[in-house]
């Protein structure tokens, strides 16, 4: 859209412009005040401070500088060359398309944690790596943009109709460094929760299928094996000290100890019961690194 294409628009719909600026500005403040319950509600409860929570907080700084400039609305768009209108077009250029960034970030923790087996300690080392992608590379190309002009086409920044941003004569440049990274971000996001998703729902199956039944030939008694669970504890360990690796733990513990010694059909229902227990709290923990690990799930001596 050129600049003569803005001016023909705003003389067919008188307001146009104001009613847009206006509705921008109410928007942002509402985005504000979620920024800032999100802000307060992290530093307040040390309940959500999990891997997952610390991305979404760190991401929440972008949105209020995108937030700050979508405020600003039309005030600078009259001066493009000035300081005012250079600065709104930085920080949307640098902000706006971090937050997609910030959502992949996380969609990656969840592919570590359960294609990886990342636990907690990890999560945090990856972080340095999201902030340098997901501000740094977005700082380097805000940064620049402010040096870029030419003869012809002018500054880069310049009047984008509703706010200062890439001016429609460099408009290219909106498709190559802020659309299309966008959406290539949503769509691997995409694919990394479809992923997951399907995941959870196979083992999800395998547990509604998983009917071993003991060497006598009858189902596993649900009422005794529950009279051997003594408690379940919360903990907020490492997220692959249970899951499906843990399964595979107790399936070669459980084999040796049938090597060595027999045991009656009252503990392999608990052994099986425990490889139940492990495989379903193994998939909610790899949600968001919350294990609920089996304190003692053992059988009478």
């Given at each position: 859209?050129?600049?003569?294409?803005?001016?023909?628009?705003?003389?067919?719909?008188?307001?146009?412009?104001?009613?847009?600026?206006?509705?921008?500005?109410?928007?942002?403040?509402?985005?504000?005040?979620?920024?800032?319950?999100?802000?307060?509600?992290?530093?307040?409860?040390?309940?959500?401070?999990?891997?997952?929570?610390?991305?979404?907080?760190?991401?929440?700084?972008?949105?209020?500088?995108?937030?700050?400039?979508?405020?600003?609305?039309?005030?600078?768009?009259?001066?493009?060359?000035?300081?005012?209108?250079?600065?709104?077009?930085?920080?949307?250029?640098?902000?706006?398309?971090?937050?997609?960034?910030?959502?992949?970030?996380?969609?990656?923790?969840?592919?570590?944690?359960?294609?990886?087996?990342?636990?907690?300690?990890?999560?945090?080392?990856?972080?340095?790596?999201?902030?340098?992608?997901?501000?740094?590379?977005?700082?380097?190309?805000?940064?620049?943009?402010?040096?870029?002009?030419?003869?012809?086409?002018?500054?880069?920044?310049g009047d984008a109709t509703l706010w200062?941003?890439?001016?429609?004569?460099?408009?290219?440049?909106?498709?190559?460094?802020?659309?299309?990274?966008?959406?290539?971000?949503?769509?691997?996001?995409?694919?990394?929760?479809?992923?997951?998703?399907?995941?959870?729902?196979?083992?999800?199956?395998?547990?509604?299928?998983?009917?071993?039944?003991?060497?006598?030939?009858?189902?596993?008694?649900?009422?005794?094996?529950?009279?051997?669970?003594?408690?379940?504890?919360?903990?907020?360990?490492?997220?692959?000290?249970?899951?499906?690796?843990?399964?595979?733990?107790?399936?070669?513990?459980?084999?040796?100890?049938?090597?060595?010694?027999?045991?009656?059909?009252?503990?392999?229902?608990?052994?099986?019961?425990?490889?139940?227990?492990?495989?379903?709290?193994?998939?909610?923990?790899?949600?968001?690194?919350?294990?609920?690990?089996?304190?003692?799930?053992?059988?009478?001596?």
């Amino acid at each position: 859209m050129s600049s003569n294409d803005n001016t023909d628009w705003a003389a067919t719909y008188p307001g146009f412009h104001d009613t847009f600026n206006m509705i921008e500005r109410i928007c942002s403040v509402f985005s504000l005040l979620g920024c800032i319950f999100i802000i307060s509600t992290f530093c307040l409860s040390e309940r959500f401070q999990k891997p997952i929570n610390r991305l979404c907080f760190f991401a929440t700084f972008g949105n209020l500088a995108t937030n700050v400039a979508t405020l600003m609305g039309r005030d600078f768009v009259l001066s493009p060359h000035g300081a005012g209108c250079q600065f709104q077009a930085f920080l949307i250029q640098m902000f706006m398309p971090a937050d997609a960034f910030w959502v992949l970030a996380m969609a990656i923790n969840v592919y570590l944690i359960f294609e990886r087996q990342y636990d907690a300690q990890k999560l945090r080392a990856m972080e340095k790596f999201y902030f340098l992608g997901c501000y740094g590379l977005t700082f380097i190309i805000a940064l620049a943009y402010i040096f870029i002009q030419t003869p012809k086409k002018g500054k880069m920044y310049g009047d984008a109709t509703l706010w200062c941003w890439i001016s429609p004569e460099w408009d290219i440049f909106r498709i190559a460094t802020f659309y299309g990274p966008v959406w290539v971000s949503i769509g691997f996001t995409f694919f990394i929760y479809i992923r997951a998703g399907r995941d959870i729902y196979k083992n999800h199956r395998q547990i509604k299928k998983f009917n071993i039944t003991s060497s006598l030939g009858g189902p596993v008694d649900d009422t005794l094996v529950s009279r051997k669970v003594t408690e379940v504890c919360v903990t907020h360990e490492m997220a692959n000290e249970i899951g499906l690796v843990d399964l595979e733990r107790n399936n070669r513990a459980q084999g040796r100890s049938n090597d060595s010694a027999p045991h009656s059909a009252e503990q392999r229902n608990v052994a099986i019961f425990q490889m139940r227990t492990v495989l379903l709290h193994g998939i909610v923990s790899h949600m968001d690194t919350l294990e609920l690990q089996p304190c003692l799930l053992s059988g009478s001596p």
